[in-house]
């Protein structure tokens, strides 16, 4: 009975991962509206998140292992999601990641000067809002609800092994 909790909630989180990736696509290429820099990077745990579940359906190999992992990138999306509505809220300032249009090309300080200069996405700017609030104050509730769905699967794992 266990095992179908586990792998239940493991699909509810490969499912909200998938419509999360997807809603944001959606809102950049359709609706149009840019992302900052953090809004990029709080993609990044829902893409692993997917990558991991996928494995673990197909290799299955360690299962505990899995949710582990789960956890860490939910923890890590928590305090990303966190920090960026901190800068929304202007609680902290924004730090160098919010400035730098495309990092993977730039080579020398003259290069990453430039990419300053450049018009971008300020990461305190709220460009789309659902019912008043900024996708990341959705992020910040998605990212806890799946790191609670995850620990309560570790729970579940660790009373079906003992």
């Known amino acids: 009975m266990y095992n179908i ?3 239940t909630c493991l699909k ?4 909200i991962s998938l419509l999360s990736i997807i809603f944001a ?19 990044i745990p ?3 998140s997917i990558i991991l579940i996928i494995l673990n359906y197909f290799f299955n190999q360690n299962k505990q292992f899995v949710i582990l992992l ?3 990138v939910f923890v890590f999306s928590l305090l990303i999601s966190l920090y960026h509505f ?8 924004e730090s160098a990641v919010c400035g730098i249009k495309d990092a993977s090309n730039v080579i020398s300080k003259e290069e990453l000067l430039n990419q300053l200069q450049l018009k971008t996405i300020s990461c305190k700017d709220v ?14 509730v998605i990212s806890l609800v799946i790191f609670i769905l995850s620990i309560k699967i570790l729970k ?3 009373e079906i092994k003992s």
């Open 5 to 7: 909790k586990i792998d």
């Open 12 to 15: 509810i989180i490969f499912l």
């Open 25 to 43: 696509y959606f809102i950049e290429y359709i609706l149009g509206y840019q992302p900052c820099n953090l809004c990029l990077i709080e993609r």
């Open 46 to 48: 829902y893409g692993l």
């Open 70 to 72: 789960l956890i860490l």
């Open 86 to 93: 901190g800068i929304e809220q202007g609680f902290f300032e």
């Open 127 to 140: 460009t789309f809002r659902i019912l008043g609030l900024s996708l990341t104050t959705f992020n910040i």
């Open 156 to 158: 579940n794992y660790e």
